[in-house]
């Protein structure tokens, strides 16, 4: 007995330790980003924000989840209820298997695969399918016209997506997001490759259905899209899940762009501070500019969305990606 516990049941014990050690953090960071985000509009649009549950307001989270959990969870007549339960399900799993693959330091990681990039790629490409559930299976016209609209909007970013993810992989020879941070040793990729690295974090908001892309939840015209029928814990799903896919996306863009877990500058202090502080700092850096561009711009027309995804991201990708290979080739610099 004592022989199968320690060959079978012990390494199953401790990957499923090092599940937790990723799922927890990630899920009280999901909460505390949406404290996080009525903070910082409410200071942007000089108000106050939540400050009555708890000091400064620091228990809304959990009051807001106590909320979702305890309500009634509807199920319209004409849905097709299988797939309209399981749609935010897909969802809120899809944006927790992704981290699977994220490098949070040096060999801190809980599945160090040489086509991480590839993988990060294929689950965020299924995501848009949790949408598309959700809008067919409510029998709703608000909800399957929001979820036309977000596969729409998914497909059409992740192309120029590909494209920039193709010219970070160009310049670090390998697919493994751990090799990708350790190429930027030297200068991180946001430099060199500036314009790449606005259009990929466009693209993020596009990608997560964010402001000012919001266009599949656009409550003027589709009351909530493809969330229009959807109540208590299957709603909250949908809503973990849209969170969690905007730390996941701020994490590969710092992964790409930013370093990883690398310090700005190889200075003493900077060096003394471990390598997820780091991780974590860039990536509250671009959550910050997710609350920032929702409350300054406004949201795009359907129209201005997909030209801006077709006729301007994918030819300056496109033709990005032709330039970087040139001298690349050029000057002998291609890894």
Known sequence: MVEIWFTYLWPLVIILLKILLIVVPLLVA??????????????????????????????????DGLKLFVKETILPTGANKVVFVVAPMLTFILSLVAWAVIPIDAGLVLSDINVGIMFLFAISSLGVYGV????????????????????????????SMGFVIVTVLMCVG???????????RTVWYMFPLLPMA???????????????????????????????????????????????????????????????WLPPMDIAIFNWLP???WFALKIAFLLFV??????????????????????????????????????????????
């Open 30 to 63: 999901v909460a505390y980003l949406t404290l996080f985000e009525r903070k910082v509009m409410a200071a942007m649009h000089l108000r106050m924000g939540p400050n009555v549950v708890g000091p400064w307001g620091l228990w809304q989270p959990f009051a």
């Open 132 to 159: 598309v559930m959700a809008g067919w299976a409510s029998n709703s016209r608000y909800s399957f016209l929001g979820a036309m609209r977000s596969a729409a909007q998914m497909v059409s970013y992740e192309i």
């Open 174 to 184: 390998s697919l493994n997001l751990t090799d990708i941070v350790e190429s930027q």
């Open 198 to 260: 606005v259009i990929f974090f466009i693209s993020t908001l596009a990608e997560t259905n964010r402001h000012p892309f919001d266009l599949p939840e656009a409550e003027a015209e589709l009351v909530a899209g493809y969330q229009t029928e959807y109540s208590a814990m299957t709603y909250a799903l949908f809503f973990l899940g849209e969170y969690a896919n905007m730390i996941l996306m701020s994490a590969l863009t710092v992964i790409l762009f930013m370093g990883g």
């Open 275 to 277: 390598g997820p502080f």
């Open 290 to 335: 997710f609350v920032w561009v929702r409350a300054t711009f406004p949201r795009y027309r359907y129209d201005q969305l997909m030209r801006l995804g077709w006729k301007v991201f994918l030819p300056i990708s496109l033709i990005w990606v032709v330039l970087t290979a040139g001298v690349l080739v050029y000057f002998d610099l291609a890894p």
